[in-house]
DNA sequence: TGACTTTTATGCATGGCACATATATTCATG
DNA sequence: CATGAATATATGTGCCATGCATAAAAGTCA
């Protein structure tokens, strides 16, 4: 009986037979990740991009990405690839979605799962600055919910052409964090453990691409039960310090 | 230059050459797409799961799949095995999640690329009715945006043992479902192509469930511009027939 | 015709939010 | 030490969405 040619999970009583898509008598696709590392400066968002060097698309800029390993999780290499491009380790992960199309690689069939991660701008500020490695400014051209591919500008505000569809990955992760902002905590992914209640209503504004209300963002966050004080104050600067918060995970109400 | 060994779309410089993976060194798994294909009863969602014939998990139920063909994209694959387990086309399809846990299927790496489909209930209602085809029931033991597995049941308030992680991949199309249903024109996809208000309603308090107030409904309703009064009326009711209404697509503003 | 049911319309109170204004606090500067 | 600058913090006001209540309208059915 485990012997039997069984069907596949997923394909029980198709043509695709269990047997036959082991034998390779249908195309097995390579699998890819591929992760849009995001984080929040003053003025834009920015992701983590790496020049290639060989054909195709020699000289255009791709996301850190690779090839999943037998028995590996998707997540577990999509952190892997962080780890090795970027040298993060515990950023938040999180998958993106999955992009499939024939011809989005010119030399053979390869699916990529893309995830995204945030981290603060200190953590990726510091990021191995190899030469084939920029820190991409996000500008994104359309607003709200809309979607679409974003342009990436290096430094200089150079317009950077990308490899792929990894400017539609980017675009999609922009969207997705605006999707997720107002229900999920991940402001706070992009800043350090103890942060200001105008640098977290930056973060927001440079997300969203818009101003906001500040009194009623302070409402909104100090109401939202996310937010504990530290009981400390910001210093070295030139004003009143305002107090300093940390994100308050027992929020989970 | 083109006939070089060069490195892959995602895997720039990685561990994984772009030959080793293309000679089979590396695992290449088989992807497979399944489809939660969603529909509005009155009292509790519907999905469409049909029964294991074979080993692994045989005699459980599974979401209809299949595998992904050369060349094919994703989504295409997700449409056609929708067309082909349940006969239905042109209804709406989106991806949902990659699952891609080493051991989802005990005999070989196997990922699958969820995607959810809805449709009214009428088109659900007269899919082929095989004997080893049915429309479970989602009952679903959390709140809110919470998410995890749910619970089907067939005929009778009979629990069904589902195979693999499909149980996972309904819970996380009823939580896409729900997070999406008050900014995405998600609930028209439910029902026939002119409906109530009220009936609109039902299906938002199928997804949600929870009640929801009469009159804010309608006001959201109306006010979101997304609705288009047909001029004609419910028909054969013993009360007063409410006004029917279609979906206007020209809402993108 | 009148009872009944459901839709549809209207009024009103409440609460959240945006916007404006005012006060408090800290530091730099002359 | 007084002043100014910049920001935090508090208060007030109008607007809008929502929830609740009431009433009128439009059908069916006895």
Known sequence: MANRKTSPASAQRSEA????AQAGRFERPSLTVDVVLISA???ALRTLVVRRREAPEAGRWALPGGFLEPGEPLEAAAARVLEAKAGLAGVFLEQLYTFSEPGRDPRARVISVAYYALCDFGRFSSVGATPDTTAASIEVPWEGETGG???????GDARLAMAFDHAEMVGLAVKRL???LD?????FQLLPTSFTLFEL???HETILGRPLNKDSFRRRMLASGQLEAT????????HRPAELYRFSRRSAI
Do not use: C, F, H, M
Not at 17 to 20: E, F, H, K, M, R
Not at 149 to 155: E, F, I, N
Not at 231 to 237: I, K, S, T
């Open 17 to 20: 037979s269990w047997a036959g």
């Open 41 to 43: 400066a003053e003025d």
């Open 149 to 155: 591919p974003v342009t990436l500008t290096g430094q």
């Open 178 to 180: 605006r999707g997720k």
């Open 183 to 187: 229900y999920a905590p991940i402001g």
């Open 201 to 203: 209503q930056r973060v």
């Open 231 to 238: 009981g400390e104050r910001q210093a070295d600067v030139e």
